[in-house]
């Protein structure tokens, strides 16, 4: 699947990433109901979550940096693949997630972030991936069908946000085993 973004590189989250991080989750906090946080964290309070991806393992966290030249790279989204569930049954099994800066949207950053994704997770022992989606959310669906995922079932109004309830979409994919 090639990737449309020429200006873009993929790499590792870091420390140093953690203020525009916090930035731009803040923005889908406030703004939408994508998450399902509601109140804006402060970068001292996202630092548990940044320090809980190491650069290898089944969890990762990747970021999309504009690298064009004579310009100040900036983040312009990133990618997670977390713990499924906490108990250790679930282990091969990881919740991902993608989410942009609202200016690099339809760009294929998103597309180019599950592609690095989903190649890190390829050399880990990973059996599914699963994502939820707040639904309305086209974008998100079509980016998770193109990756392969299948709609495996819809929670019906399990979040309340702005005053309304709001429907999860669960999705679902097969990972490679090692070799």
């Known amino acids: 699947m090639p990737s449309r973004c020429t200006?873009?590189?993929?790499?590792?989250?870091?420390?140093?990433d953690l203020?525009?991080?916090?930035?731009?989750?803040n923005h889908y906090v406030r703004e939408t109901a994508i998450t399902f946080d509601t109140e804006p964290f402060t970068p001292e309070r996202r630092l548990p979550w940044l320090r809980s991806y190491?650069?290898?393992?089944?969890?990762?966290?990747?970021?999309?940096?504009?690298?064009?030249?004579?310009?100040?790279?900036?983040?312009?989204?990133?990618?997670?693949?977390?713990a499924f569930r906490p108990k250790p049954a679930y282990s091969t099994s990881v919740e991902v997630s993608v989410y942009l800066s609202p200016d690099a949207a339809g760009r294929g950053?998103?597309?180019?972030?599950?592609?690095?994704?989903f190649e890190a997770l390829a050399t880990e022992d990973v059996h599914r991936a699963y994502a939820g989606i707040a639904l309305p959310n086209e974008p998100s669906v079509r980016l998770h069908m193109r990756f392969g995922f299948r709609h495996i079932g819809t929670y019906g109004e399990v979040g309340r946000k702005f005053g309304r309830?709001?429907?999860?979409?669960?999705?679902?994919r097969p990972l490679a085993r090692p070799s």
């Not at 650069?55 to 997670?80: F, M």
């Not at 950053?109 to 994704?117: A, D, M, S, W």
């Open 165 to 172: 309830y709001w429907d999860v979409a669960w999705y679902e």
């Open 7 to 16: 200006e873009v590189q993929v790499r590792p989250g870091t420390e140093g």
């Open 54 to 82: 190491p650069e290898d393992g089944p969890h990762r966290l990747l970021v999309a940096h504009d690298d064009r030249k004579g310009t100040e790279s900036r983040i312009l989204g990133y990618a997670t693949s977390s």
């Open 19 to 25: 203020a525009p991080l916090t930035e731009l989750y």
């Open 109 to 117: 950053i998103g597309t180019l972030l599950y592609e690095r994704l």
